[in-house]
């Protein structure tokens, strides 16, 4: 056992002496060669701000795109809905235009009568269904409805009051142009004229 230790301790200071060795042991840079390692690292600062640069530069354009693109899309949709609207519009129209009662109105204004009793022809055997007469304005189906009369108790009869006239005399003329009670010049008079 003792061997084996003297082995480990002479082994020790070996190692210890093999790493100062290498300790000892730098690269140390030439005095000349700082200027080689600016001039590396100037190319690679140069790429490193154009990469900023581009992406600065990029992104700017992208933002400006894209609020265009925006600007755009909210006149279209502007345009759409005045679009739908005029289209809305139109359709009303175009309604109130087929409306039953508007073309029988205008058909009356142009002198059309609406038959009482219309006929009908069956197509597959040529058979008139019904008696055909010719429309007549007597006879013509009404085509705007009836006023609608208010209930009896929604009429109530009209309140007539009966006002007598004053007679027109020579007393009631003077009493016309005399000066009322309440103004100051029959408040003159009565105190015995202006002081």
Avoid: W, Y
């Avoid at 020790?12 to 030439?30: K, W």
């Avoid at 009631?172 to 002081?195: E, I, L, M, N």
């Amino acid at each position: 056992m003792s061997t084996l230790m003297n082995q480990a301790r002479n082994r020790v200071p070996r190692f210890a002496e093999a790493a100062v060795e290498r300790a000892r042991l730098t690269v140390v840079p030439r005095p000349g060669s700082q200027r080689s390692g600016r001039a590396a690292r100037v190319p690679f600062m140069t790429l490193v701000s154009l990469i900023l640069v581009g992406g600065v530069a990029g992104l700017l354009f992208f933002n400006t795109s894209m609020q265009q693109v925006s600007f755009t899309a909210s006149a279209m949709e502007q345009k759409a809905q005045l679009l739908d609207s005029q289209r809305q519009s139109l359709q009303m129209q175009l309604d109130g235009l087929r409306d039953p009662q508007q073309l029988a109105v205008a058909a009356k204004q142009m002198g059309m009568v609406p038959p009482a009793s219309p006929a009908f022809i069956q197509l597959g055997d040529g058979k008139v269904l019904g008696t055909p007469t010719p429309a007549t304005v007597d006879d013509a189906i009404r085509v705007n409805p009836m006023p609608i009369k208010k209930p009896k108790n929604l009429r109530p009869p009209p309140i007539i009051e009966k006002v007598s006239r004053p007679a027109t005399t020579r007393g009631a003329a003077a009493a016309a142009t005399r000066p009322t009670a309440g103004t100051k010049k029959s408040h003159d008079s009565q105190q015995g004229g202006p002081r």
